[in-house]
């Protein structure tokens, strides 16, 4: 089945930590993008590529890092510089990132929790 | 920047009833699209609907449609006929010549039988 994948469904970090969440996607994509989603909040773009060793910065990426090595992957690293990492963290993809109109779709999440 | 604002944290509505979520926009721009997903309890993102801006016919899918109102910067989702699957939290979302989704904080709908 075509689809987005996410692990682990549930990660716990300690102080000092860096930890990554995986993502990876065999619908042939170009574009992949991380968002955030705290309680109350709608979802806030943390980084996003949109081709192969290219990725940009979003609303919220102070203290993370990505890499895009893969076309089919996109992990994403919360490092220790993250002093608020507890959140639940949505991958998604699209065909492209050239048209607004292109559908972006998501996977399952990872829950991310400090211990 | 564009800002998206859902003014209705929770809803409720009786089971084969209409309900409407309610959602407003900020921008300049002339050309973008506008879109609400549905996340139920298992938190996994779906595509509900998506009106483009540039057109003036209202998008409809099965029983979502939306009431798209351009100049009053407007993008209200009508769901008829609830059915209990439709308990979730829905989020409006923008996406402009900027290519990021810019999401409001979400809707959060109780269907009661």
């Known amino acids: 089945d075509g689809g987005i994948t996410q692990s682990p469904k549930y990660l716990f970090r300690k102080e000092g930590q860096n930890v990554t969440l995986s993502c990876e996607q065999n619908l042939n994509h170009d574009a992949m993008y991380w968002y955030r989603q705290d309680p109350g909040q709608g979802l806030r773009l943390i980084y996003y590529s949109q081709i192969v060793n290219d990725f940009q910065k979003g609303d919220i990426a102070e203290g993370y890092s990505v890499s895009r090595e893969k076309k089919e992957s996109f992990p994403l690293t919360v490092t220790s510089a993250q002093k608020n990492p507890t959140a639940f963290y949505l991958c998604a993809s699209s065909r492209t990132s050239g048209r607004a109109g292109e559908t972006q779709y998501f996977g399952p999440g990872t829950r991310l929790l400090v211990l | 920047a564009q800002t998206v604002t859902q003014s209705q944290p929770e809803m409720s509505v009786q089971e084969a009833e209409t309900v409407t979520l309610s959602c407003t926009y900020d921008?300049?721009?002339?050309?973008?699209?506008l879109f609400w997903y549905k996340q139920p309890p298992s938190r996994q993102m779906i595509l509900v609907i998506r009106q483009e801006a540039y057109k003036q016919q209202n998008a409809t899918e099965n029983r979502f449609s939306v009431n798209f109102q351009k100049a009053a910067k407007s993008f209200s989702l009508k769901i008829s006929d609830s059915q209990l699957g439709d308990a979730a939290m829905y989020f409006c979302a923008y996406r402009g010549s900027a290519r990021q989704l810019t999401f409001g904080s979400g809707t959060q709908l109780t269907v009661l039988p």
């Open positions: 921008t300049s721009e002339s050309d973008y699209y």
